[in-house]
């Protein structure tokens, strides 16, 4: 039962475009969502978060946006560059005050984009 | 502040072996997930720890595997007599208490030959 989606296995892009990365989860009980990045070898990277209070998140060239009521969310890279070129994770949690295991991260399958230059 | 560190990056085992795991997290994280990353596959939840508590254990497998976060000293996953499919990269990630984003470290990559 996979409660976060990442419908797009892989993503390429023209340098200087927009990426837009897609995320779907199920679990009405996640209220805070996260995008993290990882190249190969290395861990993933904490890149931007979002809770459920929000719709929308700014970090300088990355913005995650969240649709609730249709529980999707996506990461905007603007404009893209080679250098972002790894796999891209969306994850979600419960908030960390409704404690316990709600506050488990769970990851979709990732989606690998490509900034071609 | 250094991140959150993993050693050894690199673990070979034989079948039937144990592999210990370790998993410093960053100063002042109380909180300790471990997560399995098989080939062309994503981050699979494994355990989630506090301090001298087992929170959540719901992707552990039931046998073989076992896991710890003591008062003092690092987090360590325990997998006693490996077999092949166990061949992964392991990481581990902490947080703050009442924080939700969680820090990962480089990761272990464990080879069973």
Known sequence: DQQVK???PSLSVQEGRISILNCDYTNSMFDYFLWYKKYPAEGPTFLISIS???????DGRFTVFLNKSAKHL???IVPSQPGDSAVYFCAASGMASRGGSN????FGKGTLLTVNP | NA???????HLVRRRGQEARLRCSPMKGHSHVY??????????????????????DESGMP???FSAEFPKEGPSILRIQQVVRGDSAAYFCASRELYDTEAFFGQGTRLTVV
């Open chain 2, 3 to 9: 991140g959150v560190m993993q050693n050894p990056r």
């Open chain 1, 74 to 76: 996506s990461l905007h």
């Open chain 2, 34 to 55: 471990w997560y399995r990353q098989l080939p062309e596959e994503g981050l699979k939840f494994m355990v989630y720890l506090q301090k001298e508590n087992i929170i």
């Open chain 1, 52 to 58: 459920s209070i929000k719709d929308k998140n700014e």
């Open chain 1, 6 to 8: 990442q419908n797009s």
């Open chain 1, 103 to 106: 506050y488990k991260l769970t």
């Open chain 2, 62 to 64: 039931k046998e073989r």
